[in-house]
């Protein structure tokens, strides 16, 4: 079962920043968090990763707490593209990732 | 950019019949993945395979299933017997040595059993 919780569902007006959490409270020192989203029908998709330190790419920024026990993905203007299921994992190295239930993010135009 | 691709996109086959799903990996990686989605359900590993061989399996990976990776390129499951329960979309992916794994996806394989 997947390790990490997440809200089930959330909304986000076209244009403006959706902000996903998840609660990470089995979190390793050294087990890494990844994010990943599945548009409908398609294979899920790498977003960004990060250990300590807050991350960002040309997608997404990750926010880790000081404690690591929670995380933010940041989807700086959403669009309508961006409608996906979004999955937060923690995991070591090449192992499987175990998928939960995610959030299911609707961009609204 | 380079993508994971899959063949065929949709595969359909009668109870009992093998069946084999094909995957061109990216090239320069090194950790190779087949998962499954049953229509509705979360996304389920399946195996992981590395250095020619399997490197981890789940309880859904049995002896009904394998891997191989049989010329450098291609990456193929094969499901022996296929029942009822096997119709899903299957995922393969593959993850770089950088340091860290982020896998990616290929686009799935849909197989329905009839």
């Known amino acids: 079962d997947a390790k990490t919780t997440q809200p089930t569902s959330m909304d986000c007006a076209e244009g403006r920043a959706a902000n996903l959490p998840c609660n990470h409270s089995?979190?390793?020192?050294?087990?890494?968090v990844y994010w990943y989203r599945q548009i409908h029908s398609q294979g899920p998709q790498y977003i960004i990763h990060?250990?300590?330190n807050n991350e960002t790419n040309e997608m997404a920024s990750l926010i880790i707490t000081e404690d690591r026990k929670s995380s933010t993905l940041i989807l700086p203007h959403a669009t309508l593209r961006d409608t996906a299921v979004y999955y937060c994992?923690?995991?070591?190295?090449?192992?499987?990732?175990?998928f939960g239930k995610g959030t299911k993010l609707t961009v609204n135009p | 950019e380079p993508e994971v691709t899959q063949t065929p996109s949709h595969q359909v086959t009668q109870m009992g019949q093998e069946v084999i799903l094909r995957c061109v990996p990216i090239?320069?990686?090194?950790?190779f993945y087949w998962y499954r989605q049953i229509l509705g359900q979360k996304v389920e590993f399946l195996v992981s395979?590395?250095?020619?061989?399997?490197?981890?399996k789940s309880e859904i990976f049995d002896d009904q299933f394998s891997v191989e990776r049989p010329d450098g390129s291609n990456f193929t499951l094969k499901i022996r017997s296929t029942k009822l329960e096997d119709s899903a979309m299957y995922f393969c992916?593959?993850?770089?040595?950088?340091?860290?794994?982020?896998?990616?996806f290929g686009p799935g394989t849909r197989l329905t059993v009839t």
């Open positions: 992916a593959s993850s770089p040595w950088t340091g860290t794994y982020e896998q990616y």
């Open positions: 089995t979190i390793s020192g050294n087990e890494y």
């Open positions: 990060g250990l300590k």
């Open positions: 994992i923690d995991m070591l190295g090449s192992e499987k990732l175990v």
């Open positions: 090239s320069n990686h090194l950790y």
């Open positions: 395979f590395y250095n020619n061989e399997i490197s981890e």
